[in-house]
């Protein structure tokens, strides 16, 4: 194990500001089960999301009003069959997007199919609710999708093997029109995960988000942010990234198991990047995990609680980018589950529930994102 950045200091980069995440507002979804959002739309002011168990996708206004109540599981025309999808989001020109693990599925504002296209996907992928949305850009007039389970899931969850390693760390691109997919943007050869034939369990994820005409990826053991270009995926340049601090174990070779101590160290104890926020043109945020030491993990892991990384809050942390460039110390994460940037330097974050009784609700707050002189 090595620690790179370990002096546990706050980084900063620029000295004049300082920045803080104020909760401004909040709601509460009233339904049986937990409700999982996915997406907003501004031009239509709801919320999109899905209830679990009851496999129903909901319309939901900023106050936390159901305003529409859809069951698209089961066999037969307009449905989803009996998957849980793994993208729902909103599309161009107010379309719902569902992406299944081997379909992409178009609906209008009634939930009137109208599209069904085919997705090559190595395995099926099941969930209990969307994983996120799903990422677009138009080109020449038509949306082009990237799809497949590795846009939302670790590459080593799907094809525990070589190939696995290998190959399913690409992106899928979608056509619509045609049906067409290729892949795009393999590991670049001086990436971690190149530079050994072994894998790194559960960190061969990434996180992305498009912005006018480029492609903003972060991997899971990334040290910096790449940008692409997204008329020929080309790499644009890499902004660095400094993490206070950021532990790092060995990989392991491909098909070691996974109750082997060496993957409980990559899986449970190792630092990653988690997720990149686009909060407005000028701000993104970065939240990563820092890791813990094998006596760390040992104090906080017992039998009644095992350690969840997740748990770890005052692990995680967040990075602030202005305009390209880190300039800020690092921040403490809100409680709950950050899901998606609503624009405007705002977030919307999903608070945990009840671990002592059952909730017939699910809450949310929405933080913005705000400049301390």
């Known amino acids: 194990m090595i620690s790179c950045g370990g002096s546990g200091e706050n980084k ?13 507002d909040s709601f509460t979804v009233e339904n049986l089960t937990k409700v999982r959002i996915t997406d907003y739309s501004e031009s239509e002011n709801i919320f999109l999301g899905y209830s ?9 206004s900023p106050k936390g009003e159901i305003l529409k109540r859809v069951n698209l599981s089961g066999e037969g025309p307009e449905k989803l069959g009996n998957w849980v999808p793994l993208g729902l989001s909103f599309g161009p020109d107010d379309k719902r997007v569902f992406q299944l693990p ?5 609906y209008n504002k009634d939930y009137k199919q109208l599209e069904n296209i085919r997705i090559q996907s190595p395995l099926p992928v099941r969930t209990n609710s969307p ?10 007039g038509n949306p082009r999708y990237l799809v497949g389970p590795t846009t939302f899931l670790s590459a080593h969850l799907l094809i525990y093997n070589e190939e696995g390693r290998d190959t399913l760390q690409n992106f899928s691109l979608l056509y619509p029109e045609s049906g067409q997919m290729k892949s795009i943007i393999p590991y670049e050869e001086d990436s971690y995960y190149k530079k050994t034939e072994n894998i790194y ?9 498009i912005d006018q005409k480029n492609l903003i990826l972060l991997q899971g053991l990334s040290e910096t942010i790449q940008i692409y270009d997204l008329s020929d995926f080309s790499l644009i340049k890499n902004i660095p990234i400094t993490h206070a601090e950021f532990l790092k174990y060995d990989p392991v070779p491909v098909g070691t198991a996974f109750d082997d101590p060496r993957t409980k160290q990559l899986s449970s104890m190792a630092g990653r990047n988690q997720r990149i926020f686009q909060l407005s043109e000028d701000y993104w945020l970065i939240r990563y995990y820092q890791g813990v030491t094998n006596a760390e993990f040992e104090a906080r892991d017992s039998e009644e609680e095992p350690f969840r ?6 692990k995680i942390k967040l990075l602030v980018i202005k305009n390209g460039e880190q300039v800020s110390s690092e921040l403490s994460v809100p409680e709950g589950v950050m899901l998606f940037s609503l ?4 977030i919307l974050i999903q608070e ?11 809450k949310y707050s929405i933080y913005e994102f705000k400049e301390v002189n």
Do not use: R
């Open 12 to 24: 900063t980069l620029s000295g004049e500001l300082s920045y803080e995440l104020v909760k401004v």
């Open 352 to 362: 945990n529930a009840s671990i002592e009784i059952e909730e017939e609700f699910t």
């Open 52 to 60: 679990e168990a009851e496999n129903d996708v909901l319309e939901i």
């Open 131 to 140: 994983l996120g949305k799903t990422a677009y850009f138009i080109e020449n």
């Open 201 to 209: 369990t559960d960190l061969m994820n990434k996180s992305f988000f």
């Open 343 to 346: 624009g405007k330097n705002k």
């Open 102 to 106: 081997f379909q992409l599925v178009t």
């Open 309 to 314: 990384y997740a748990d770890a809050t005052d």
